[in-house]
Each structure stands twice: as structure tokens, then as C-alpha cells.
């Protein structure tokens, strides 16, 4: 019977005080027993809890830092687009290479 009392306390979740105090009122040595699945229980419970909102925040923070590197490549793209756009300016014979002469005029531009 006092089994049964244990294993619906801790797995139903019923009432602690309807289901432990007719035991620890027999045998008051249970106290210990009945208070340490408490505290396992609560514990472990806790735990769980704290494990999700960890997991979800390390997530989050993944996919902050792949936005971060997407705007990175973005950005870095955009630049390399901006520098060939200048450098094919400057380059007036469109020989694919820049010439002291080249560079000279563009300077003066």
C-alpha cells in the first residue's frame, strides 16, 4: 500500500499531503524518504525546464550569428562588385591590366 502511495505522489503528481501523511504519520522516519523524491522530483523538473530555455537561447543565438555572416558576405560582395566597377574605369584600353599611365589619368579624373 505504501508503495502505491509513493508511486502516486511522484508519477500521478496527486496531492503530497493526501498521499504522504497518512504514511509519515505511521512512520515518521518517511519523512526523509517522501522529502527527498520531493526535492529529486522538483529538481529534476527544474532542470528540464532550465535545459529547454538554454537549448532555445543557444539556437536563437545560431541563427543570429548565420544573419551575421550573411550580411558579412553580402557586404563583402557588394565591395568586390564596387572595386571591379572602379578598377574597369580605369582601365581605358581594356587591356585587363592597369598601367602606371592608367592609374596617373584616373587620378586626375
Known sequence: RSTLYFMQTLVAGDSWGACSLPIMR???ATFFLFS???VS???GFSNLVLAIIVDRASASRDNDNEDVIKAKKIKKMQFVSHLR???K???IDDSGTISL???I?????
Not at 589619368?105 to 579624373?109: A, C, E, I, T
Request: proline share 4%; hydrophobic share 40%.
Open 41 to 43: 522530483v522538483q529538481l
Open 26 to 28: 505511521e512512520e515518521p
Open 85 to 87: 566597377a572602379v578598377l
Open 105 to 109: 589619368s584616373s587620378y586626375d579624373r
Open 36 to 38: 527527498g523524491a520531493l
Open 89 to 91: 574605369e580605369v582601365d
Open 101 to 103: 599611365d592608367e592609374m
